[in-house]
């Protein structure tokens, strides 16, 4: 008999490819629940009262949590509107991409597949969230860090498609231009002054994030 070794992580990765993804434990779905109660709260007050007219501690109040609590999940009151787990969808869409298909095309679809996700989740947090990015140069301002580690997740699961180093150049300058050219389609969105439906919304969406980053595909030809 062959002496017993212990499991690698191929090992364990190769044993439970088929299975299902797991659930999160208890406390995992309790924090997720806390921070959802603090954003819902939050948004309901931002859209009452005004994102500069409320405080962190009426947030709590609304929330029923402390104010420790609140800058436990949030470390400023900027990143309730701007922390989610969206670079983590994007991250694994760009990974699922066909291995043969073109870099950028496939940023794109992953872009896109992961903010409609988000849209189908809660589409009036989406566009209100957006609205005040939009509105309120202290979440701007807040916003470029968050995008900085975006763009990382994205070099990194790019340079893996592509050989190239995570600190290549032109990956940084295509992962930052498609950033950017996402949140001006997003700003868009919000200045026309639609407000979020189902599907036939999120095709308009779609078709304005198809266009803004068709303009980088195409080489930045007007």
């Not at 008999?1 to 499991?7: C, E, I, V, Y």
């Amino acid at each position: 008999m062959a002496p017993a070794r212990t499991a690698s992580a191929d090992d364990t990765a190769a044993a439970g490819a088929d299975l299902p993804p797991a659930k999160p434990g208890l406390r995992e779905r309790k924090k997720i629940q806390t921070r959802q109660a603090i954003r819902t709260a939050a948004y309901h007050l931002f859209a009452e009262q005004g994102y500069d007219a409320t405080p962190v501690d009426q947030i709590a109040d609304e929330a029923e949590v402390s104010p420790s609590t609140v800058f436990r999940y949030f470390p400023t009151k900027e990143d309730i509107v701007l922390t989610d787990e969206y670079d983590a969808l994007v991250e694994d869409a760009l990974r699922e991409r066909p291995t043969g298909e073109p870099p950028v095309a496939a940023l794109r679809e992953a872009l896109y597949a992961s903010l409609a996700r988000v849209y189908r989740s809660d589409a009036t947090e989406t566009f209100q969230r957006v609205r005040l990015i939009r509105e309120v140069p202290a979440l701007r301002g807040r916003l470029s860090e968050h995008s900085a580690d975006t763009a990382w997740l994205l070099r990194r699961a790019l340079a893996e498609r592509t050989g190239r180093a995570e600190d290549d150049l032109e990956l940084r300058i295509v992962t930052g231009a498609m950033l950017g050219a996402l949140m001006e389609a997003l700003y868009s969105w919000v200045d026309s002054g639609q407000e979020p439906g189902p599907a036939g919304s999120l095709e308009d969406l779609r078709a304005l994030v198809t266009r803004a980053l068709g303009v980088l595909e195409r080489g930045l030809t007007l």
